[in-house]
């Protein structure tokens, strides 16, 4: 198991400074390239991270903006920084994300019946379809309480990870999105989750259909790492996408993801509109 470790946190006490340096480095920019970037100049970024000069609110968003720091820490960065925070973290169920929420509910039901669901930065369904639902026929009950997480549903033994022909494949493809999300964001709570999952059992060959491995059974031409997932009896291939808000000015928002399956071969599309009128 490959333990993976979030960026270390720098304390809000030490200032604005250091947290910007700590992101600089994990984003492996230099000074000068941050400062090319922001129409600053090197020893000005230089002053700000050793404390010797107090950056503007606009300065802190601006740099927070060039180094990709996810909209949660910018906040945090402006806290060190001596000022407000700048984005809201609205419950989801508040009556001013209605609109939101209305729009993905229809946004998810309109892909039926292909599978589409809605998560948070734990990786927590938010919102799913009937696609989803199907995949989901048979799930234990102690695996469908409340919140259901996306990675504990696919990759527990006892999940969808006995139905997928492709399990090494596919587990690969989502423990490597997790550490990509966990560089990103510096949350103890998903590299607990990615511990968590990277530790379930996977299957060994005596176990699996050694005769399938996660190649196409016919001549179609995948253009992606296709999910090959049994369903009474057959398999069927997706292609998963996953979409996020552009410039969201809400915590909230900013952690919504929705990821889209795309039926991967003409077999798939035919079995699931006729699942799923």
Known sequence: MTTVHSAPATPPSQGVGPLLRAWREQRRVSQLELALRADSSARHISFVETGRSRPSEEMVLR????????????????????????????????????????????????????????????????????????????IPESLLRPPLNTMRLTLHPEGLAPRIRNLREWRGHLLEQMRRQIALRRSERLRELYEEVAAYPVPGPEESDASDDGRPAGPVPYFALPMRIEHEGRTLSFISSTSTFNTPMDVTVAELAIETFLPADPATVKYLHSLLP
Request: hydrophobic share 45%.
């Open 63 to 138: 740099l927070a903006e060039h180094l990709e720091v996810p909209v949660r820490e910018r906040n945090a960065l402006l806290l060190a920084a001596g000022y407000a925070p700048r984005f809201p973290e609205t419950p989801l169920d508040d009556p001013a994300l209605d609109a939101v929420r209305e729009g993905i509910e229809r946004l998810i039901q309109g892909y039926e019946p292909y599978p589409a669901l809605v998560y948070d930065a734990s990786y927590h369904v938010v919102a799913a379809n009937r696609g989803i639902m199907m995949l989901l026929d048979g």
